[in-house]
């Protein structure tokens, strides 16, 4: 179990502030970038996977294949670091809600126009990842955020595969067609 983070100093620079999500492999926080005075999400890392080094890697994965690419629709990723037994992510804070959180809240249909332009700006992220030969592996609701200004924001790389053009997953045949990546489940 993660002790209490808060004011806790990462890499001499990230001053966890509070603790604003959890996720399957990690805990986030909210933390201040000393040296550049701003903002910073810190994804850390659960306990009981610090000793896994499959869980590490695929942690440290997720890191690699996202800080790879630059898009104003994914989530930026500033700093990856380990400290002690803390594996952490820095990366962009985006103030706004989950997908998830937007359906549940609206309790039926979203607008059309709405949505329209949500899967557009989720599909352009996800061409930019797929440019660079990653495919995410775990769209959903959940890992799509949507800024205060209406700004869809794809996270969470966490199992994303960087391919080949004759990769197999687990979960299905990755197959390349000109510059567009399928996945397809069997």
């Known amino acids: 179990m993660i002790m209490n983070l808060e004011g806790k100093l990462l890499g001499n620079r990230y ?15 909210k933390a201040m970038d000393k040296v550049l005075k701003r903002n910073v999400a810190v994804k850390i890392l659960r306990d009981e996977f610090t000793t896994d080094e499959e869980f590490i890697k695929r942690f440290e994965a997720e890191a690699q294949s996202a800080a790879r690419l630059t898009h104003s629709n994914i989530v930026s990723i500033y700093d990856v ?7 952490y992510i820095v990366m962009e804070l ?12 609206e309790r039926g249909p979203l607008p059309w126009k709405w949505s329209v332009n949500v899967a557009i700006q989720i599909a352009s992220a996800l061409e930019t ?3 660079n030969n990653i ?3 775990d769209i959903k609701p959940h890992n799509i955020i949507i800024t205060e200004d209406g700004i ?13 053009n004759s990769t197999i997953t687990a979960f299905g045949t990755t197959i390349r067609i000109g510059a567009l990546l399928f996945t397809r489940t069997c």
């Open 15 to 29: 001053e966890i502030v509070e603790k604003i999500g959890n996720g399957g492999m990690s805990t986030v926080y």
């Open 81 to 87: 670091g380990v400290e002690g037994n803390l594996y």
């Open 94 to 105: 985006i103030q706004g809600k989950t997908l998830k959180e937007i359906i549940i809240e």
């Open 129 to 131: 990842a797929h440019k």
């Open 135 to 137: 495919v995410h592996r």
């Open 152 to 164: 869809a924001k794809v996270t969470d790389f966490g199992i994303a595969k960087a391919v080949s």
